[in-house]
């Protein structure tokens, strides 16, 4: 008798709980932030002492997420950039295929059928780990050159970072630009970057990776990110926006805490000019999370008070859970402890791709 009343409780709250979800406004807008390498360790110490908003602390639904790869405990970019793009846990390496090297249709593919428009901004290059697995598949993150002609079918409507070797000037000789702007795309190279009306257009910044904020990038990333943003909000329909703070890693891979966290406060700032955004439009989305945790990063004691010292206890990545930061409509999907392939499934419920 008292079991199931209480069952017939759980059953309400439950009901009422689908029922709150149900009526939550769906995003048309998605902006995915993605810090690779940003660990909480990371969050933590770059915004130690930082003068300016922490975005982080803007964030009104938090959550884990499980970074490993279908072979190894420690992914990659590879692995867990595909983890979000086509939801499938697979090899270390790969790039939107699944562990058995079956290629599936990642969210900028499905998006575009959905009449969604899709970019990426980056500060490495375009055809990176973490962007290529948007658009590209293939069974070896090093192979950058047939990655970028993956441009050519279309899931990618603005690509903004660095990456001419692989476009403009290939080894390979084929003029990949040539055939981009056939297929309706421009194509500009520059190292700054200049106001572009295009609704479709990659925009390469540098021969590969862009400079680093220690070698004076300056906000480039939040330039570039919300130029892509003002084209993409053309289409009326919506779009899927990937923005990655591509060097927060390299910090890491180097044990250089001082290159982190300047990558890192980049990010930062690019995360509040699209809160800023998403506190004014009803149905934008805002996600940030990382692919993994770089470099085993702690805090120490300082020696004197209010200070910290930080110490890297690898070169490598490590297997500890990623925080997920949610604000906007749909954010409260992202709450709670799930593996790195359920970020797919909830962009894909939210946008209904499927
Ligand atoms: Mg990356
Ligand atoms: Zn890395």
Avoid: C
């Avoid at 279908?70 to 499938?88: C, Q, V």
């Avoid at 900028?108 to 901004?121: D, I, Q, R």
């Avoid at 930080?310 to 906007?328: E, L, N, R, W, Y």
Wanted: hydrophobic share 40%.
């Amino acid at each position: 008798m008292k079991l199931s009343r209480l069952m017939g409780i759980v059953a309400m709250v439950l009901l009422s709980t689908q029922h709150l979800l149900a009526q939550q406004p769906k995003p048309k807008r998605i902006v995915f932030l993605i810090g690779d390498g940003m660990g909480l360790a990371q969050i933590s110490g770059a915004m130690y002492g930082y003068t300016g908003q922490n975005a982080f602390a803007r964030f009104t639904v938090i959550g884990l997420s499980n970074t490993s790869s279908s072979d190894h405990y420690i992914t990659d970019s590879g692995a867990g950039a595909t983890a979000f793009s086509i939801g499938k846990k697979t090899f270390n390496r790969a790039i939107g295929v699944a562990h058995d090297s079956t290629p599936y249709p990642t969210l900028f593919e499905l998006a575009k059928k959905k009449g969604y428009s899709t970019g990426l901004a980056v500060t490495s290059s375009i055809v990176h780990a973490t962007p290529a697995s948007f658009y590209a598949h293939v069974i070896n993150r090093k192979m950058y050159d047939s990655i970028a002609m993956f441009l050519l079918n279309g899931s990618v409507d603005i690509a903004i970072g660095g990456g001419t070797d692989f476009v403009t000037n290939r080894k390979d000789g084929r003029n990949l630009a040539a055939m981009l702007k056939q297929s309706g795309f421009e194509v500009i190279s520059d190292s700054v970057l200049v106001n572009i009306a295009a609704k479709r257009y990659i925009y390469l910044l540098a021969p590969d990776e862009l400079p680093k904020m220690e070698k004076g990038r300056g906000d480039l990333l939040k330039q570039a990110s919300l130029q892509a943003a003002k084209n993409l909000s053309s289409n009326k329909n919506g779009y899927l926006l990937m923005i990655e703070g591509s060097q927060i890693d390299w910090g890491g891979h180097e044990n250089s805490f001082s290159y982190m966290a300047a990558e890192l406060r980049d990010f930062n700032e690019v995360i509040n000019a699209f809160l800023d955004m998403a506190e004014k439009d009803k149905e934008m989305l805002v996600i940030v999370t990382a692919d993994h945790e770089t470099g085993g990063l702690t805090l120490n004691e300082g020696g004197t008070s209010q200070t910290f010292r930080p110490k890297f206890s690898t070169g490598d990545h490590t297997g500890i859970m990623v925080p997920v930061f949610a604000f906007g409509a749909g954010a409260e999907f992202f709450g709670g402890m799930y593996e790195n392939t359920e970020i797919f499934t909830k962009i894909v419920q939210l946008l209904q791709l499927k």
